[in-house]
């Protein structure tokens, strides 16, 4: 059974350039998450897809960061503009049941 | 705004010895979630936690919910290599969102 995947696993970009992170989460899961975790930390929330909508997007740094999940499956995490600050592991989760969450391995953002 | 704390952040142990760990907070948590993150990886659920007191264990592992709800153990018995990664609590907020604590550190010495 597949779990959550994550492309790309890796993505160097240059400071100003836009990037998408796409994310599949496992099949029949209709909750989805994003975290951004930087190094020795743990996960920080995001954003919450439940179907196609975000219920919660309180997480999002700023207006660079936008994800959509236009029909209840995939999801894309789209940064405009980004900063080198944006540099981290970038982690998404899908969930049935509220509270177990089935993390993807990630994609390790760098920002040069 | 709420947070989880961890200890210890680091722990250096020998094969075969026991460990433990903890996770506390100034707030009161219905659930509590023990996950291991490897290097590289995303981190993998071990333990879900949904009662006051209740102990739960998955193979060589074993959480407890305190009674407060205000905090939770993790537990290892006879540590082996492969125990070795970050160990993170965390717990739901309101509908949707999961905090994380900072992670406890495991490292077995040869």
């Known amino acids: 059974g597949a779990g959550v995947s994550q492309t790309p696993s890796n993505k160097v970009t240059e400071k100003g350039k836009y990037v998408e992170l796409r994310c599949d989460p496992i099949?029949?899961?209709?909750?989805l998450y994003w975290y951004r975790q930087s190094l020795g930390q743990g996960p920080e929330f995001l954003i919450y897809f439940q179907g196609t909508g975000a219920a919660d997007d309180s997480g999002l740094p700023n207006d660079r960061f936008f994800a959509v999940r236009p029909e209840g499956s995939v999801s894309t995490l789209k940064i405009q503009r980004t900063e080198r600050g944006d540099s981290a592991m970038y982690l998404c989760a899908s969930s049935l049941r509220f509270g177990e969450q089935f993390f993807g391995p990630g994609t390790r953002l760098t920002v040069l | 705004g709420q947070q989880l704390n961890q200890s210890p952040q680091s722990m250096f142990i020998q094969e075969g010895e026991d460990v433990s760990m903890n996770c506390t907070s100034s707030?009161?948590?219905?659930?509590w979630l023990w996950y291991k993150q490897d290097p590289g990886e995303g981190p993998v659920l071990l333990i879900a936690?949904?009662?006051?007191?209740e102990l739960t264990s998955n193979g060589r592992l074993t959480a407890q919910f305190g009674i407060t709800r205000k905090d939770s153990f993790l537990n290892i018995s006879a540590s082996i290599p492969s125990d070795v990664g970050i160990y993170f609590c965390a717990g739901p907020i309101g509908d949707d969102k999961i905090i994380f604590g900072k992670g406890t550190r495991l490292h077995i010495l040869p």
């Open positions: 707030s009161i948590f219905n659930t």
């Open positions: 936690l949904y009662k006051a007191g």
């Open positions: 099949s029949g899961h209709t909750a």
